[in-house]
């Protein structure tokens, strides 16, 4: 098979990464802030653990466990709105529920 003759990533980008970059707005920063403000003792303790790995490259996996309506995607909100306001992109799934249908 011949090789590509330019670099197409830098001319066309990779439309699934311009889409996620999209999810970023101007004032998601604010709004990251303001739910940091209102996290308790331990979802602040589990998103500092999580956003830290992240920004220092740790790759560590986590597992948030807990009972119904404790929070947890709160959590993951946070830390998503967080990440993105910092240029990062996160991406949620799920593998099973109602939740991964969308
Ligand atoms: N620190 C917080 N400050 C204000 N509201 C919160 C906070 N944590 C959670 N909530 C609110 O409590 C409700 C339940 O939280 P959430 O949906 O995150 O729980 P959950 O653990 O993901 O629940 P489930 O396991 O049933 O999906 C939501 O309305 C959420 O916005």
Same mark, same amino acid.
């Given at each position: &098979? #011949? $090789? #590509?003759?330019?670099?197409?990533?830098? +001319?066309?980008?990779?439309? *699934? /990464?311009?889409?996620?970059?999209? $999810?970023?707005?101007?004032? *998601?920063?604010?709004?990251?802030?303001?739910? @940091?403000?209102? $996290?308790?003792?331990?979802? *602040?303790?589990?998103?500092?653990?999580?956003?830290?790995?992240?920004?220092?490259?740790?790759?560590? /996996?986590?597992? $948030?466990?807990? #009972?119904?309506?404790?929070?947890?995607?709160?959590?993951?909100?946070? @830390?998503?709105? +967080? *990440?993105?306001?910092?240029?990062? /992109?996160? /991406? &949620?799934? +799920?593998?099973?529920?109602?939740? +991964?249908?969308?």
């Amino acid at each position: &098979m #011949p $090789l #590509p003759t330019r670099d197409w990533q830098k +001319s066309v980008q990779n439309r *699934l /990464i311009l889409e996620h970059e999209a $999810l970023a707005y101007e004032g *998601l920063d604010v709004v990251a802030d303001q739910k @940091i403000a209102r $996290l308790n003792v331990e979802q *602040l303790h589990a998103y500092k653990e999580v956003t830290y790995s992240v920004l220092n490259n740790s790759g560590k /996996i986590f597992f $948030l466990n807990g #009972p119904a309506g404790t929070g947890k995607t709160f959590v993951y909100n946070t @830390i998503t709105d +967080s *990440l993105r306001s910092q240029g990062h /992109i996160v /991406i &949620m799934v +799920s593998s099973s529920g109602v939740a +991964s249908y969308y």
